[in-house]
């Protein structure tokens, strides 16, 4: 921390400059967006000017320390006006400013990032002894100003576009929609709508310029723009905060008119990997693409796909030709066995971790529940020769698959110009990679409902899905729209989570479990019995839940979530990512929540091959 607050003021001091930046011919509203920018930075400043002094007061008594919490929230809101701009052109150089308050190990050099920024100061702010961590707030309040000070320079010719701004702009809608008004970066202050309200406003003046001209569409988005600002303004307490109503009234209204009106203006632009903006809006079916390695367009993979289901029932693949995919992965249960811990292909013995569906196992960026294989391919390549699992033979999968009769037209349309004698794994784990990433349909009634079925879902499931995105926090970790640990709004981390599951479902009496989850891939102490987010889709066809199938039912597990995970059950965990403040759910949220996850269930799309 000390070396990092010395080399920013060491940068301050070089940074003596003067700043300007180039604008291209012809912009509508870049100029202004920049000009904007620079007064909001220098209003940013002084916010976080006022918060050091503010800190720097703190004391015994308990009026410091509020006074501190609404000083961090008025730099929140000011950070908010901000950043849409930081994160899309500075996101190196400002990641620190709002990161989560925890250890970060950045992959693949296992560098370790200790957490600095707005997130870490309200953490510490709310601890039991927040004036022993006086000195520590201070230190970080002075490296976000420091650092802030400096954002002018960064300007230095600095070239920005109209295309790039409204870019810009349709990411951070993404991130007001789904993680501000969740309470992602602001759990303890509870300011995610007052924050996306700021959010709303700074947004609108800075849209003014290239809304000036009518049209259906500007007006349609100043419309939705004002609606949902004042939406905000009217309802800014968090926890009552109806996101269901602000999502289908305005927030993807808003997504669907603005990408409408950057095809319109033909300044359509997608720096993104993941994002397909040809969507409506980031909950639509196709939002996401390009998740698989290589594979932009589906169109020509029926083959594929067909080869890759038939291999997924047989048997042929394990070693004593006893197992299939299907044997754990059965479709009729949602491609699970409903089982804690599966069978082992020996006698008497149990794999280590429970089967997860495979439901939207293609739209996650690490597979298993440790995250030790990167795709797909390299997750089936695991399973077929881990002898365990099914224990399969190279030579034997070679001869008995690609000699195949059966498969000879599917090989031959699948992968044309190869011969088979030249197929081998590669070819087969594609192939029954593309079936899995199929298995992503979407029909469920929370989608009916988001696309405008009224009818799909009743009270209870829409006040479980306030709750989800809200108080109980599920939405922080289990992101919309597949909820899972793919993290908007770039969708290109997966992220890992340590919640101290227990051994068995006994919550009074709790033992912790003895799996360490990704600590066992790198020996990194912030990695102990860190697991995978799974995906919520799906959840009430899929119990038992958790790595280790603990817990039979959703209201155990919303029973352990509502304590405050292992950590508020007791038990020693020194790295819990989850907050381990009790939710305070009563039974009836926790039932509205359980409503809302069963209207996650999708119609089931096969029984059998």
């Known amino acids: 921390m000390q070396t990092k607050i010395i080399i920013l003021s060491v940068v301050l001091g070089f940074v003596l400059i003067s700043f300007g930046f180039s604008e291209r011919k012809g912009s509508i509203g870049a100029y202004a967006t920049l000009k904007f920018y620079t007064a909001e930075v220098n209003l940013f400043v002084t916010a976080l ?28 809101l000011r950070y908010k006006r901000i950043e849409f701009f930081t994160s899309y052109f500075f996101p190196s150089e400002t990641r620190f400013y709002n990161a989560a308050p925890k250890f970060e190990v950045e992959e693949p050099t296992l560098e370790l990032v ?9 953490s510490l702010l709310f601890d039991d002894d927040v004036q022993a961590n006086k000195a520590l707030l201070l230190a970080h309040t002075e490296a976000l100003l420091s650092s802030a000070k400096i954002l002018p320079a960064l300007l230095f010719n600095f070239d920005l576009n109209d295309r790039q701004v409204l870019e810009s702009i349709r990411l951070q809608l993404i991130r007001m929609s789904l993680l501000s008004v ?13 924050e996306a309200a700021e959010t709303t406003e700074a947004l609108n003046q800075v849209l003014a310029p290239y809304l000036k001209w009518p049209s259906d569409e500007s007006k349609s988005i100043k419309n939705l723009l004002n609606g949902s600002l004042q939406y905000l303004m009217l309802n800014p307490d968090f926890d009552s905060f109806n996101r269901m109503e602000y999502l289908t009234r305005y927030a993807l209204p808003l997504q669907k008119r603005l990408g409408a009106f950057i095809k319109q203006q033909k300044l359509e632009i997608n720096t993104t990997a993941f994002l397909n903006y040809e969507s409506e809006h980031i909950y639509s079916r196709d939002a996401i693409k390009n998740l ?8 020509d993979q029926k083959a594929l796909i067909a ?16 197992v299939s995919c299907a044997s754990c992965h059965q479709p009729e249960n949602y491609f699970t066995d409903l089982l804690p811990l599966s069978p082992s292909i020996n006698p008497d013995s149990l794999l ?10 293609g739209r996650q960026h690490t597979q298993f529940w440790d995250g030790s294989a990167t795709d797909l391919t390299s997750q089936i390549h695991k399973v077929i020769m881990n002898p365990l699992e099914m224990n399969g033979s190279v030579e034997k999968i070679n001869e008995k698959i690609f000699s195949n009769r059966n498969y000879s037209t599917l090989i031959a349309e699948s992968f044309p110009g190869k011969k088979p004698q030249t197929l081998g794994m590669d070819e087969l784990t594609s192939a029954i990679a593309a079936f899995i990433d199929e298995l992503n349909p979407m029909n469920s009634a929370f989608d009916r409902f988001i696309s405008g079925d009224v009818t799909a879902m009743n009270t209870r499931q829409v006040k479980g899905f306030n709750l989800f995105m809200g108080k ?18 770039l969708y290109n981390l997966s992220e890992v989570e340590i919640i101290g599951t227990p051994k068995t479902g006994d919550l009074k009496f709790p033992v912790l479990d003895s799996d360490l989850g990704r600590y066992n891939i790198h020996r990194i102490r912030y990695y102990e019995r860190a697991f995978k987010t799974p995906t919520v889709r799906n959840a009430a066809q899929t119990a038992p839940y958790m790595h280790n199938g603990s817990f039979g039912t959703l209201a155990k597990v919303l029973e352990f979530y509502n304590l405050g995970g292992g950590k508020g059950l007791g038990m020693d965990i020194s790295h819990q990512t989850l907050a381990a403040t009790p939710l305070n759910l009563s039974e009836t949220e926790i039932n509205n929540l359980i409503s809302f996850i069963e209207s996650l269930t999708d119609s089931p799309i096969m029984t059998s091959n």
């Open 307 to 322: 080869f890759g289901r038939n291999l997924f029932f047989d048997k042929s693949l394990s070693g004593n030709l006893s």
């Open 292 to 299: 698989k390695p290589g594979t932009s367009d589906k169109s």
């Open 49 to 76: 000017e006022n918060l050091d002094s503010v800190i720097d007061e703190i004391d015994a008594d308990s009026t410091s320390i509020l006074k501190a919490r609404h000083a961090l929230s008025a730099c929140r």
């Open 114 to 122: 200790e957490p600095m920024g707005l997130q870490q100061i309200e």
């Open 352 to 361: 280590k971790r429970n089967t997860p569906t495979l439901f939207y196992a």
């Open 182 to 194: 969740s309470g992602y970066d602001a759990p303890l202050l509870k300011t995610g709508i007052i």
């Open 472 to 489: 109980a926090q599920c939405g922080t970790c289990h992101f919309p729209p597949y909820f899972n640990s793919m993290l908007p709004p």
